[in-house]
């Protein structure tokens, strides 16, 4: 099993839609937990980090499922611009090795008009 | 305010050919990543590093070396190249292994 995993896509809404991404984890005792997007053939950078109380950022909501080991990711009134792939990132402790960050795939989010 | 700066941003090597791809940062950050991303795929890690003089393997090192002489900078090693090295590499850094990465914009490298 993948440690960190995120459907795909593509997910292509219409302008003004509500979209909503799920990552799952495989380690349960991960500390940290953020989103990234990447625009095409671009670096990533962080949306938000996603905290155990959940957080919103304007129009993106983060959540955190600790019990059923899943992040999500919701954008409210979806704009062109939000056309990237979302990155799922989990900060995870192995017994023996140093803390790491451990990036998803990513999902594809495509805004029409 | 220069954060992750990778040279070169675009690069093509003949099969055989060695290089290096540089990284340095000026965030005093303790960790350090070198990532590889082939076209239409994710993220895989390299190596990473956790301080200067410590590094380790990570999904796919096979081909690769690195080093971490000074907390600023995490070169990565391509020893001879092969065309399955054709991929965008990215470098990151964090001050730790529970925060927040800042990637430098990748460098292109074609292998023919």
């Known amino acids: 099993r993948k440690e960190v995993e995120q459907d795909p896509g593509p997910f292509n809404v219409p302008e003004g839609a509500t979209v909503a991404f799920n990552c799952t984890y495989s380690?349960?005792?991960?500390?940290?937990f953020f989103w990234y997007r990447q625009d095409c053939r671009k670096e990533p950078k962080l949306l938000m980090s996603?905290?155990?109380s959940g957080n919103e950022d304007g129009r993106f909501t983060a959540q955190l499922n600790r019990a059923s080991q899943y992040i999500s990711l919701l954008i409210r009134d979806s704009k062109l611009s939000d056309s990237a792939t979302y990155l799922c990132?989990?900060?995870?402790?192995?017994?023996?090795?140093?803390?790491?960050?451990?990036f998803g795939t990513g999902t594809r989010l495509q805004v029409t008009l | 305010n220069a954060g992750v700066t990778q040279t070169p941003k675009f690069r093509i090597l003949k099969i055989g050919q060695s290089m290096t791809l540089q990284c340095t940062q000026d965030?005093?950050?303790?960790?350090m990543y070198w990532y590889r991303q082939d076209p239409g795929m994710g993220l895989k890690l390299i190596y990473y590093s956790v301080g200067a003089g410590i590094t380790d393997k990570g999904e796919v090192p096979n081909g690769y070396n690195v080093s971490r002489s000074t907390t600023e900078d995490f070169p990565l090693r391509l020893e001879l190249a092969a065309p399955s090295q054709t991929s965008v590499y990215f470098c990151?850094?964090?001050?730790?292994?529970?925060?927040?990465?800042?990637f430098g914009q990748g460098t292109r490298l074609t292998v023919v």
């Open positions: 990151a850094s964090s001050y730790g292994g529970k925060t927040e990465a800042f």
């Open positions: 990132v989990v900060s995870s402790i192995n017994t023996g090795t140093a803390s790491k960050l451990t």
């Open positions: 965030m005093n950050h303790n960790y």
């Open positions: 996603v905290y155990s």
């Open positions: 380690n349960s005792a991960s500390q940290s």
